[in-house]
């Protein structure tokens, strides 16, 4: 069984596909790829041709505005983008763009298969309705976040999240473009958070002194 196989067959167990024609349509139909950090994977106002999993890595999903971003959710393992699962079964052209995060593989499945599966199969209807589900969760989150959480604690609480034994390593740029606000109130931010011994900003990194 080679590296491919092996993935494939990871995928399947996880998803717990128990059907034989359409572990043999993915095998068959089926589709592995690797790429780098920085790599886009899907890009804003181009037609989804192939739905793509994320089975290793990690991949950031956003919305671009000017020059802000809007950070709309982080995809890991096993996990694909809902918009991107929607744009399937309406062949219409993506609104965000994906851009891998940690080095990745990922599965392409011909969206024309996606949607025949949907009605053929029920595990693969139950992994797109979990999927909606799921994201539609998260959304509802993220939008409460947005509305209650100054946006203090919300750059505090995504310091925590990035944050690799209590360093960050992003830019104040960086930041202000995935929390959908300017630089200077990122930085602006950061000094009183500073202030209050909450981290010391250092040289290109960030050092988090309450966890």
């Not at 067959?9 to 034989?20: C, G, Q, S, Y």
Request: with cysteine.
């Amino acid at each position: 069984m080679n590296e491919i196989e092996k993935m494939l067959n990871v995928f399947i167990k996880e998803l717990r596909i128990t059907e034989e024609k359409l572990i043999n349509e993915l095998t068959t139909n089926s589709t592995l790829t690797t790429h780098k950090k920085g790599d886009f994977i899907i890009k804003n106002n181009q037609y989804i041709k192939v739905l793509k999993i994320v089975l290793q890595g990690k991949v950031r999903v956003y919305q671009e505005n000017e020059e802000r971003e809007i950070l709309i959710y982080y995809l890991n393992s096993m996990e694909t983008c809902t918009l991107s699962l929607s744009a399937c079964f309406e062949d219409c052209k993506s609104s965000v763009n994906a851009i891998v995060e940690d080095n990745c593989t990922i599965l392409n499945i011909p969206v024309r298969h996606v949607k025949d599966w949907n009605f053929k199969y029920k595990s693969w209807n139950t992994f797109t309705t979990k999927t909606f589900r799921e994201s539609y969760n998260h959304l509802i989150n993220q939008y409460s976040t947005l509305a209650f959480q100054p946006l203090k604690d919300r750059l505090f609480d995504y310091l925590l999240s990035k944050a690799t034994d209590s360093i960050v390593k992003k830019s104040h740029q960086e930041l202000a473009k995935e929390l959908g606000t300017s630089r200077e109130v990122i930085s602006r931010l950061l000094k009183k958070l500073e202030k209050n011994n909450k981290l010391h900003l250092g040289q290109k990194e960030i050092l988090l002194l309450v966890k």
